[in-house]
């Protein structure tokens, strides 16, 4: 089992950045693969990116060109830099773990709390 820790979430206008961090701590967990998710109120979770063990990286059509994924697996720490953020970004964020890739969706075994992000227009 994993442990997962999210950070860097806040409040910021429209067009401005953030860049959220989830320190992963467990056996192996650089070999898992890892995504982030977002679930506004009323809404359902959804995926936002997500990547492997080696880099390969996917994202959700929304968040595209916006959104970097990316993980330090010295750190064991995946990050998610946004940008251009818009309203409807607004969501609590979630990063989340598993052995088996199940890209965008959400299967994943191991989840973080989540750290919320708003963005103001």
């Known amino acids: 089992q994993v442990q997962l820790m999210e950070s860097g979430g806040g409040s910021v206008q429209s067009g401005g950045s953030l860049r959220l961090s989830c320190a992963a701590s467990?056996?192996?967990?650089?070999?898992?693969?890892m995504g982030w998710f977002r679930q506004a109120p009323g809404k359902e979770r959804e995926g936002v990116a997500a990547?492997?063990?080696?880099?390969?990286?996917v994202y959700a059509n929304s968040v595209k060109g916006r959104f970097t994924i990316s993980r330090d697996n010295a750190k064991n720490t995946l990050y998610l830099q946004m940008t251009s953020l818009k309203s409807e970004d607004t969501a609590m964020y979630y990063c989340?773990?598993?052995?088996?890739?199940?890209?965008?969706?959400?299967?994943?075994?191991?989840w973080g709390q989540g750290t919320q992000v708003t963005v103001s227009s």
């Open positions: 467990g056996y192996g967990v650089s070999s898992y693969y």
């Open positions: 990547i492997g063990a080696y880099g390969q990286t």
């Open positions: 989340a773990a598993d052995r088996v890739n199940y890209l965008l969706h959400p299967s994943y075994n191991s």
